[in-house]
Nanobody, 119 residues
Framework: QVQLVESGGGLVQPGGSLRLSCAASGSIFSIYAMGWYRQAPGKQRELVARISNGGTTNYADSVKGRFTISRDNAKNTVDLQMNSLKPEDTAVYYC?????????????WGQGTQVTVSS
């Protein structure tokens, strides 16, 4: 089994910053891409940012220039630095990882962390 544990969510004022972290543990042989998604109330889950094991990144247009994704392959962690936050960034943020367990490839998800941007 593989577990993803997120941390770093909370309440922040518009224009503020937050850093989300996610750590993967368990039966991990290797991790391909890792990423962050978010889901606002009444909306579908959407991609925020993804990063390959080689460091190639892609971002949703709505967060380009404000959010930065990074990962530490040795520690199996992925972070999301969020700057210039807007009320529309309010959502539950989920990390995921495409994991090779040695006998199967599968996408795993964290439990989610709430980010609220409000004055």
């Amino acid at each position: 089994q593989v577990q993803l544990v997120e941390s770093g969510g909370g309440l922040v004022q518009p224009g503020g910053s937050l850093r989300l972290s996610c750590a993967a543990s368990g039966s991990i042989f290797s991790i391909y891409a890792m990423g962050w998604y978010r889901q606002a109330p009444g909306k579908q889950r959407e991609l925020v940012a993804r990063i390959s094991n080689g460091g190639t990144t892609n971002y949703a247009d709505s967060v380009k220039g404000r959010f930065t994704i990074s990962r530490d392959n040795a520690k199996n962690t992925v972070d999301l630095q969020m700057n210039s936050l807007k009320p529309e960034d309010t959502a539950v943020y989920y990390c995921n990882a495409d994991v090779n367990t040695g006998w199967a490839n599968r996408r795993y998800w964290g439990q989610g962390t709430q980010v609220t941007v409000s004055s």
